[in-house]
């Protein structure tokens, strides 16, 4: 195979991480967090837009980033299990509280 083959493909490549475009580091860093409101927030202030336009440009970042969405995903399940868990707890614990005082 000849060299030059091997070059067109390094120089269709940008030096910028895919997990860097479109979005600033630091909104990237939020995301991955599973902080989808902060990103939101940290788009429009450094980009000087409105909320909506912030949001658009962060959901459109997340479709084309299939393993973060899914991250994200899990953390949001996660999160709702550990809520369910801890209000069931509360739940019997009322209960065993309420038949001891009677």
Excluded at 25 to 53: C, F, M, P, Y
Excluded at 67 to 89: M, N, P, Y
Excluded at 93 to 102: D, E, F, H, P, R
Aim: glycine share 6%; charged share 20%.
């Amino acid at each position: 195979m000849p060299l030059s083959s091997f070059q067109s493909a390094v120089t269709d490549v940008s030096a910028d991480p895919p997990s860097c475009r479109g979005l600033p580091h630091a909104a990237v860093t939020a995301l991955w967090r599973g902080r989808i409101v902060d990103a939101v927030k940290l788009v429009r202030v450094e980009q000087n837009i409105g909320s909506k336009e912030a949001e658009d440009q962060v959901h459109a970042y997340l479709r084309t980033q299939p393993t973060l969405r899914s991250h994200i995903l899990k953390a949001q399940v996660d999160a709702r299990e550990g809520l369910l868990r801890w209000l069931i707890f509360l739940f019997v614990g009322a209960a065993g509280l309420a038949y001891l005082l009677t």
